[in-house]
């Protein structure tokens, strides 16, 4: 019943309430006796204690219908009503679902975007420099591109993706960065897929550790023969593309996406990924700071 450290899960009238037991945990004894007084008053009242459990932080921590607040560490539904959710989207078994409304939408980088179903424009590509080439990314940050055949503008060391800097980076060009909910619409695609693709991992098709390996690309090859995984110009896969016509949802670089919760979350998967089958997924949510942080705009047009 008690947690051997201290921390506890005291669960009262069906509700888990993360208590102070949690951060009671490494204090020593003292903080031991403690929670294990707390929870001992507390079991007349209808609490129970457990072994501690803490608060998630990321999608993949919920139940598959539950997603993560990471504000507060508890799995909650996306939404409840379609207000929640925003234009084009409607609330279907506590997810927002995409809908397509149809209709012109004019973008403000008709070569670079592409207008979805009337209802917001997305980037082709990911984010580069404006003086980015095929062999470098550039310096130039006044404004993010949206072309082929660029090394994507991405940092590949500990430091988180600035999404002050991305976000003006989009502004630069008239843009906004894309919101999760855009951002996995597009990925998954008018067939509302796993993947961009489709529903099986393929390492031929996008960029990712088994793109380059060793012997023949297959799943997990990695794993067996090693590879020369490196990142690639943005649209360098022809095949790593939906129905919506973008490119490299899936590996190259992660893509950054607005959030107001404080966290930066990245979508997609890299070229670096261990386990690309789970990473590069479109539901794939991460928080833990990945390596190849890039990101990509979209826009509300008109
Ligand atoms: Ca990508």
Redesign the pocket.
């Known amino acids: 019943m008690v947690a051997k450290g201290g921390p506890l899960t005291l669960r009262c009238s069906s509700r888990t309430i993360y208590l102070l037991v949690d951060s009671l945990q490494g204090k020593g004894a003292s903080a031991v006796l403690l929670s294990t007084a707390l929870a001992l008053a507390l079991l007349p009242l209808g609490c129970e204690a457990s072994p501690v459990e803490h608060g998630c932080a990321s999608d993949q921590d919920c139940p598959p219908d539950q997603q993560c607040n990471t504000g507060t560490g508890r799995c909650e539904y996306e939404c409840e009503a379609a207000e929640d959710c925003g234009i084009g989207f409607a609330c279907k078994e506590h997810r927002c679902v995409f809908e397509c409304l149809g209709g012109d939408l004019q973008c403000p980088d008709p070569d670079g975007m592409v207008a979805i179903c009337g209802t917001f424009c997305v980037d082709i590509y ?1 984010a580069s420099r404006p003086d980015a080439t095929g062999e470098n990314g550039g310096t130039d940050e006044t404004m993010a591109t949206s072309r082929a055949g660029v090394i ?1 503008w991405f940092t590949g060391n500990p430091t988180l993706m600035n999404q002050t800097a991305a976000e003006a980076a989009c502004q630069g060009a008239g843009k906004r960065l894309c919101t999760v909910l855009e951002w996995r619409a597009v990925c998954r695609g008018p067939d509302d897929q796993t993947y961009s693709y489709g529903d099986q991992y393929d390492p031929t098709i ?1 960029n990712s550790i088994d793109t380059y390996c060793h012997c023949s690309p297959y799943p997990g090859c990695y794993e067996s023969c090693s590879a020369d995984f490196h990142d690639m110009p943005t649209g360098s896969f022809p095949d790593c593309t939906n129905g919506f016509g973008v490119f ?8 950054l996406v607005a959030t107001a919760d404080g966290v930066s979350h990245y ?4 070229y670096n990924c261990n386990n690309p089958a789970k990473l590069h997924c479109c539901d794939y949510d991460a928080t833990w700071n990945p390596l190849a942080k ?1 990101f ?1 705009c979209c826009a509300d047009g008109r």
Do not use: K, S, T
């Open positions: 990911e994507p996008c490299d949802f899936n590996g190259n670089v992660w893509e979508r997609g998967g890299a890039g990509r």
